[in-house]
C-alpha cells in the first residue's frame, strides 16, 4: 500500500497535550517525518526518524512509532502550534514517497 | 544552509507544458545521501509529491504523473527542473522544490524552496 492515513482534523486546549497519527503499511519499514504548515507558507520539517527534531524546533514536539503507526506529539500545545500537520515517508517498494493527507490542529 | 528558489510562469495554457526551475544556493545538486524532489499542492488540498532526482540522475516518479512529468537536473549542479505536459485545470497548484535528506534511510524534507502559484488557465 502506498497510502499514509491520518484524522482531517483535531483540537486541543491551549497547553495540553495532543497526539496526531499517521498510519500506513510502509510505516512498518520506513520510518515517518513531520511537517508543520501554517496558511500561506511552506511546511517546516518538525520531527524525523526517531524522535529527531531540527535545530530550532521546541522539545515539545515529539515523534515515536509503534507497528504500522507513526505519531506526533504535542506538549503543552501553544497557540502557534495551530496548523496543519503532514506525514510523509517512503511507499512500501522505499522508491516512492508519499505524504499523508494532512491534520489540522486547532488549539482552544 | 542550502536555499532553494522557484522560478518560472506563474500562468500556463491548458494542454501546454508546465516547466519550473529550482534553483540551489548555498549548495549543489549533489550528494549521495539527498534527492531533489518537487511537490505541489492544489488549492485547500495537501502536499503532493511528484517526484526527485538523485545526484546520478537517476529519477523516480508518481505514478499517476509518471506519464507527464520530467525532473532533469544541469551540469552546472546550481539548478533542477520540473517539466509536466498536457496541463489542465486540475495542475493549478504551488509548486515546491525541497531537499530531501535521506541519511541512514532516514527521509525527511531540510529544506524548501518558498513556492511558486501555477495557474492553468486559457
Known amino acids: 500500500s502506498s497510502e499514509l492515513t491520518q484524522d482531517p482534523a483535531v483540537s486541543v486546549a491551549l497547553g495540553q497535550t495532543v497526539r496526531i497519527t499517521c498510519q500506513g503499511d510502509?510505516?512498518?519499514?520506513?520510518?515517518a517525518s513531520w511537517y508543520q504548515q501554517k496558511p500561506g507558507q511552506a511546511p517546516v520539517l518538525v520531527n524525523y526518524?526517531?524522535?529527531k527534531r531540527p535545530s530550532g524546533i521546541p522539545d515539545r514536539f515529539s515523534g515515536s512509532n509503534s507497528g504500522d503507526t507513526a505519531s506526533l506529539t504535542i506538549t503543552g500545545a501553544q497557540a502557534e502550534d495551530e496548523a496543519d500537520y503532514y506525514c510523509?515517508?517512503?511507499?512500501?517498494?522505499?522508491?516512492?514517497?508519499?505524504f499523508g493527507a494532512g491534520t489540522r490542529v486547532t488549539v482552544l | 544552509q542550502v536555499e532553494l528558489q522557484e522560478s518560472g510562469p506563474g500562468l500556463v495554457k491548458p494542454s501546454e507544458t508546465l516547466s519550473l526551475t529550482c534553483t540551489v544556493s548555498?549548495?549543489?545538486?549533489?550528494?549521495?545521501?539527498?534527492?531533489w524532489t518537487w511537490i505541489r499542492q492544489r488549492p485547500g488540498q495537501g502536499l503532493e509529491w511528484l517526484g526527485n532526482i538523485y545526484y546520478s540522475g537517476n529519477t523516480h516518479y508518481n505514478p499517476s504523473l509518471e506519464s507527464r512529468l520530467s525532473i532533469s537536473a544541469d551540469t552546472s549542479k546550481t539548478h533542477f527542473s520540473l517539466k509536466l505536459s498536457s496541463v489542465t485545470a486540475a495542475d493549478t497548484a504551488v509548486y515546491y522544490c525541497a531537499r530531501e535528506d535521506d541519511h541512514d534511510y532516514l527521509a525527511h524534507f531540510d529544506s524548501w524552496g518558498q513556492g511558486i502559484l501555477v495557474t492553468v488557465s486559457s
Open positions: 510523509h515517508s517512503r511507499d512500501s517498494s522505499g522508491n516512492l514517497r508519499v
Open positions: 548555498g549548495g549543489y545538486v549533489s550528494g549521495e545521501t539527498y534527492f
Open positions: 510502509s510505516l512498518r519499514s520506513y520510518y
Open positions: 526518524a526517531k524522535n
